[in-house]
C-alpha cells in the first residue's frame, strides 16, 4: 500500500456534492480515502471563471501511478468533464490531480510526480499542508509545511462553512442513532466519541465516574452490587429520558456509549437470583418502551488486552478486576446478541487492532462495520 495524494477541484453546478461524489468514487475504485482536508474557496486561476471550491484529500492504494491517473480521468469523464481540445482553462464540474505517490519519482508524456506545479499553488498548498504538513516532497528536500511557507502565489483563498466527509464514515449517516457496547475495557467510550466526532453528532456517555457505589462494589460486591445497580438504572432511566427529547427535538444524531439494556447483562450475575428477579421487574417497569438502536456495535477484544487497558487507564476502584470477572461480562454480551436477533448488531474484533493509538486501525473498525452492514 502506498500513500496518494489528491487536490480536488469543482465549480459548476453544486460544487460541494461534486467534490463529495468524487471522494467517495476514490474510495471505491482507487484506494481508501484516510484524510480530508478543509474546502477552500478560491477564484479561477488562469481564466475568467466562476469561484472554486478547492480541497486535497490521502488515500492509500495498491494501484500504481499511470493507472491512479486513468482512473481520475474516467471519473472526471463519468461526473461529466468536457475535454477541451485548444488545452485552455475552463469551468469544471471536477478537476482532480495527483500530486504525489508516497515518495515516488515519475517523469513521462503522461505523468510527472510529483505533479510539477503544486508547490506554486496556494489552493494545494494550503489544504494539502492540512493533512500532510510533514510529507517530505520528492526531488525537492522540503516538506508540504516549508513549501506552503515559502509559496508567493498571490491568490485569495477563503475557508468554506462546509466539509467532506470520509466515504469510511459517511455511511453511518443513515443510522440516527448508534451505541458501542463491549466488555470493560474494549475501548467502547474512545470508539463512540471517534465516531460522534466524525458525524458531527450528539454524544450519550454513561455517568458512571459519578456513582458513590462504584468504589465500594469493587471492594465489597455482595454488599454494594444491588444498590449499585439501582443508582445506575435510575441515571440511565435519566439519560434515556435526555436522549429521546433530543431525538425529538433537533433530530441530530445520536452516538453512546451503552445501551440500556446492559443493566440486565451486569445483574444477571453480580445479584443473587431474588435480586435479579426483584431488578428484573423493576427495570421493565421503568423502561417499557426502550427503543432499540439503530446499529449496536459490540466490540470483541482478548481478556489480556482488557486488562492491560484496564490497568493503564489507573483507576483505582478497577484494580480489584480479574480475568474471570470479564469473562462473565464478555458471555452476558454475548448471550445478549444471541437473544436479540431482531436487533441490527454488528461485532468487531479488535483483538488485533489499537485503534486509539493508530489512526489506521480506526479506519480499519469503520471499513470492517461498512463491510459487515453491506451483507447483512
Known amino acids: ?103 515516488e519519482v515519475l517523469y513521462s508524456n503522461e505523468l510527472t510526480l510529483p505533479h510539477p506545479r503544486f508547490h506554486d499553488r496556494l489552493f494545494v498548498l494550503q489544504p494539502l499542508c492540512e493533512i500532510a504538513p510533514e510529507k517530505s516532497v520528492p526531488n525537492i528536500n522540503q516538506t508540504v509545511a516549508q513549501l506552503k511557507k515559502t509559496c508567493y502565489d498571490p491568490t485569495k483563498i477563503s475557508p468554506f462553512h462546509e466539509g467532506l466527509q470520509r466515504p469510511a464514515i459517511h455511511f453511518l449517516r443513515q443510522f440516527n442513532r448508534i451505541c458501542v457496547e463491549g466488555t470493560i475495557g474494549c475501548g467502547k467510550t474512545s470508539l463512540a466519541k471517534r465516531i460522534a466526532e466524525d458525524l458531527q453528532s450528539k454524544i450519550f456517555l454513561e455517568r458512571f465516574a459519578e456513582n458513590p457505589f462504584l468504589p465500594k462494589f469493587y471492594d465489597d460486591a455482595d454488599r454494594y452490587a444491588f444498590p449499585l445497580e439501582m443508582s445506575f438504572l435510575a441515571d440511565r432511566f435519566k439519560q434515556q429520558r435526555e436522549l429521546s427529547e433530543q431525538l425529538n427535538l433537533f433530530g441530530q444524531g445520536v452516538v453512546s456509549d451503552y445501551e440500556v439494556h446492559k443493566s440486565l447483562i451486569f445483574t444477571q450475575f453480580t445479584l443473587s437470583s431474588d435480586e435479579f428477579a426483584l431488578y428484573r421487574t423493576i427495570f421493565y417497569n421503568m423502561m417499557p418502551d426502550v427503543q432499540k438502536p439503530d446499529l449496536y456495535i459490540l466490540l470483541k477484544q482478548t481478556t489480556p488486552r482488557l486488562l492491560t487497558n484496564i490497568k493503564k487507564r489507573g483507576r483505582s476502584y478497577e484494580r480489584t478486576i480479574d480475568a474471570e470477572y470479564l469473562d462473565k461480562v464478555r458471555q452476558g454480551y454475548q448471550d445478549f446478541k444471541r437473544s436479540h436477533p431482531d436487533w441490527n448488531i454488528v461485532e468487531i474484533d479488535l483483538s488485533e487492532l489499537d485503534f486509539v493509538t493508530n489512526d489506521r486501525d480506526y479506519h480499519k473498525v469503520i471499513n470492517r462495520l461498512r463491510s459487515a452492514l453491506s451483507t447483512n
Open 1 to 103: 500500500m502506498r500513500n496518494i495524494y489528491i487536490a480536488l477541484g469543482s465549480n459548476m453546478g453544486d460544487r460541494l456534492a461534486n467534490l463529495q461524489q468524487a471522494v467517495n468514487r476514490i474510495d471505491n475504485e482507487i484506494g481508501q480515502v484516510l484524510q480530508c482536508s478543509s474546502i477552500y474557496e478560491v477564484p479561477a486561476v488562469g481564466f475568467s471563471g466562476a469561484i472554486f471550491l478547492n480541497a486535497c484529500l490521502v488515500a492509500e492504494s495498491e494501484k500504481t501511478p499511470k493507472a491512479i491517473l486513468k482512473v481520475l480521468k474516467a471519473i472526471e469523464n463519468k461526473m461529466g468533464r468536457k475535454p477541451v481540445a485548444d488545452g485552455l482553462y475552463q469551468d469544471r464540474m471536477i478537476d482532480l490531480d495527483l500530486i504525489m505517490v508516497d515518495d
